[in-house]
């Protein structure tokens, strides 16, 4: 465990109004200014509908490039250095010829180390431009022999700079170069996207992953909260923030995908995870956010200071506010559960029509998981012609191994009853520590998917139950979709209602599902192809079933989601518009069906504004 000692500073404080990571104590002075070289000059868009491109008069050049880490050196008076900035290449340049260079032969290891890590969550994430989606890159650079790969190599939707920042004064005067340029800027953390957020051709890029920390503070003091807490930094993931935890002996809320980062778009989406029901969203958790702003400057903000941005933070969407570098969160005593599950296939079944009553059953079992603070992990998965395998992956906080086998005897004797081969598992006993310290190699592989908050009420009523179920099954049977669900409700009892205050979608507060369908096919470019037009077909019956305001979890759900405004923010979202334009009124920070986005499009790859 030395590699945590030494990287994760985990401090053990007693009293603190608020805590801040090493690369935040040295902010940019606010007598620095903007070197004149390299603010806005001479554009070949005067009227500044779009943002500056590569190719274009005043993209910064390579003199320029070259200087900025001289700069940022001076300004960083000794708290630590920037790594600077390069140009984005795409990870399979490696298995083409050079560019600049062709007669230099192809590095043969190089590329067999990228073809294997392609698909591997943890290669993505320490890749500057690299995502786990790579549709969402344009399928630019794939090498020869992976799926969807063109045999060439483009930039597509990576980033032509990137800014390895390893402190918050490097993120700043990165900020004021791309807004000072006209730029367009993206951030990347570890990759692990679904919409695209992650990337942007011919953008100026903030990769986070490198902004590591955490503390534990045990009596952290704020506006409506007195008690344990722990400040995460940006670059931290979920495996890493667990075993930090661990080591505090204390529980935070962290996402279920090892690789997946605490900081970012995971929380400013909402962010479930194992303890969900128990703790409620992660937003619901946050204390205070550290933030560089569209203004190239650094705050933190909380319910005390720029409460409205804290409010829109904390669920209003990923990449959209500003760039975060920090959070401080809710801490909890040690969080033990038991693992079971249910699982059978349509072979286990006496009929097809058994098989899918006994995933009815189970569906309708779920209020009685969340009701017990736990979570149910679903998937019906088709691995041949005809035959479908079901999997619920239950944790029930606070059970033990005994108290967990009689919690689900009764749904395992009313799928026997259905006519399903099955047996009560035996459950597992985890103490709360993270009992796997290592990310793990995770194949993401190449998904578009769509996402559906389906209500509580919709497993307690058997009319709108058989609606859903036969949608689902729709999708599956017909549609060849695997279908992937997640049995949680988030709890507010245990929080503040200030905790609770905030921009997480209000439909959220009553779901009784997380539902996603998925396209498992090689993902397509364009939104509008036949393949895409069908897998929308299918999944609308879902939406459809589902009754109230229809409404998805955005970190999970389509890009090319029909009214994104509703789905994904619901009421919220006319407030979050007024907040976007107090605090980023230029379109500073943008990304697909994010707030404000409909002001902008892109044109051959370039990001204008709409009606200009």
């Known amino acids: 465990m030395r ?67 001289e700069a940022i050196t001076i300004v960083s008076r000794g708290s630590g250095q920037s790594r600077g900035c390069f140009e984005g290449s795409p990870p399979g340049s490696v298995c083409y010829p050079n560019r600049k260079y062709p007669d230099i032969p192809i590095d043969a290891a190089a590329c067999d180390a990228v073809q294997k890590g392609w698909a591997n969550s943890l290669f993505n994430a320490g890749d500057p431009v690299s995502a786990n989606s790579h549709w969402t890159e344009g399928n630019a650079c794939t090498p020869e022999g992976l799926s969807n790969s063109s045999g060439k190599c483009d930039i597509g939707a990576f980033p032509a ?16 170069i791309a807004a000072g340029t006209g730029s367009r800027i993206i951030i990347k953390n570890t990759g692990h ?98 933030i560089v702003l569209a203004n190239g400057t650094f705050i933190r903000t909380d319910a005390d200071t720029e409460p409205d941005l804290f409010w829109a933070v904390r669920g209003g969407g990923g990449g959209n506010w500003g760039i975060v570098t920090s959070i401080t969160v809710k801490a909890y005593p040690l969080t033990p559960y038991s693992s079971s599950s249910i699982a059978f296939t349509s072979a286990d079944a006496v009929s097809n029509e058994a098989f899918w009553a006994a995933v009815k059953a189970t569906w309708r079992f779920g209020p009685k998981i969340t009701d017990a603070g736990g979570i149910g992990y679903n998937f019906i998965r088709i691995p041949s012609k005809n035959t479908y395998n079901f999997s619920t992956g239950l944790k029930l906080p606070f059970m033990t191994k005994a108290h967990a086998s009689a919690f689900t005897l009764p749904i395992i004797k009313e799928l026997i009853s259905l006519g399903i081969n099955i047996t009560n598992p035996i459950p597992t006993y985890n103490d709360g520590l993270n009992s796997n310290p290592s990310a793990g190699d995770l194949d993401w592989g190449q998904t578009r998917q769509a996402s559906r908050l389906i209500p509580r009420a919709n497993f307690e009523d058997e009319t709108l139950l058989e609606a859903t179920s036969a949608a689902i099954r729709k999708s599956v049977e017909e549609g060849g979709y695997v279908f992937h669900a997640i049995h949680h409700q988030p709890k507010i009892d245990l929080l503040p209602r200030s905790f609770t205050d905030n921009a997480v979608h209000p439909e959220y507060r009553t779901t009784g599902m997380h539902a996603q369908s998925y396209d ?59 907040i976007k334009k107090q605090y980023d009124p230029d379109g500073l920070f943008w990304v697909e069906t994010g707030v404000g986005s409909e002001g902008w499009r892109l044109e051959d790859r370039r990001l204008c504004k709409v009606g200009s």
């Open 3 to 69: 590699y945590y000692s030494l990287l994760l500073l985990s401090r053990f404080l007693s009293l603190s109004h608020a805590l801040s990571l090493p690369f935040e104590n040295n902010p940019l002075p606010g007598s620095w200014i903007l070197p004149s070289s390299i603010s806005r000059g001479p554009s070949s868009d005067p009227a500044g509908r779009c943002k500056v491109h590569p190719g274009d008069e005043n993209w910064p050049s390579d003199g320029i490039w070259r200087n900025i880490n």
């Open 161 to 176: 700079y990137v800014a390895d920042v390893t402190n918050v004064v490097g993120i700043e005067v990165f900020v004021q």
């Open 193 to 290: 996207d679904f919409l695209g957020r992650s990337t942007g051709a011919g953008s100026f890029s903030i990769w986070t992953q490198h902004l590591k920390g955490f503390e534990y503070n045990s009596r952290y003091v704020s506006k409506g909260y007195t008690g344990p807490a722990a400040i995460i930094g940006a670059g931290m993931m979920s495996y890493e923030v667990k075993t930090a935890a661990s080591q505090a002996k204390i529980t935070v809320i962290t996402p279920g995908g090892s690789t997946v980062g605490v900081v970012g778009g995971y929380f400013q989406g909402g962010g479930h995870g194992i303890y969900t029901s128990l703790y409620g969203m992660a937003a619901d958790n946050v204390l205070s956010v550290g």
């Open 520 to 578: 498992i096919l090689p993902a397509k470019d364009a939104a509008d192809t036949r393949e895409y037009r069908r897998f929308r077909r299918y999944f609308q019956e879902i939406v459809d079933a589902g009754g109230r305001e229809p409404a998805a979890y955005m970190n999970e759900a389509d890009v090319g989601e029909p009214g994104f405004q509703r789905a994904f923010y619901g009421k919220n979202y006319e407030r979050l518009l007024r």
